[in-house]
């Protein structure tokens, strides 16, 4: 576990935790990395959401680079068009050409109102 990805959770705009989600509600899929090695680590930060039946409904990403011994909480936005029990997870890999996993994937349940 080269970057350990932790705390996947939903928040809104300003970071704030939250508990249920609206419909049309723009959030936010944030987790906490930190690269515990002595060396820079490049990175993706994939979320992938599911709902009940397991469909994808949403898959983003975007990608850094943490400096030695630095922690980052990396957040994806997330507008939920339909009410449901969602699953959202969250990938950290070397890159999106190369998925090596830098962390073992960190899912939460997200319920949408």
């Known amino acids: 576990e080269r970057a350990p ?11 704030n935790s939250l508990d249920a989600v609206s419909v049309d ?3 936010q899929i944030s987790a906490d ?12 930060y994939l979320v992938q959401i599911q709902d009940g039946n397991g469909v994808t409904v949403s898959l983003a990403w975007i990608t850094g680079s943490l400096s030695a011994g630095q922690s980052f ?25 190369n998925p090596t996993a830098l962390s073992p994937p960190v899912s939460t349940t997200v319920t949408v109102q």
């Open 5 to 15: 990805a932790a705390n996947l959770r939903t928040v809104d705009a300003f970071g």
């Open 25 to 27: 509600q723009q959030v």
């Open 33 to 44: 990395l930190a690269n515990g090695q002595d060396r820079e680590q490049s990175f993706a």
């Open 73 to 97: 909480s990396p957040a994806l936005s997330w507008i939920p068009t339909q009410a449901g029990t969602y699953t959202a997870t969250a990938f950290v890999w070397e890159s999106v050409d």
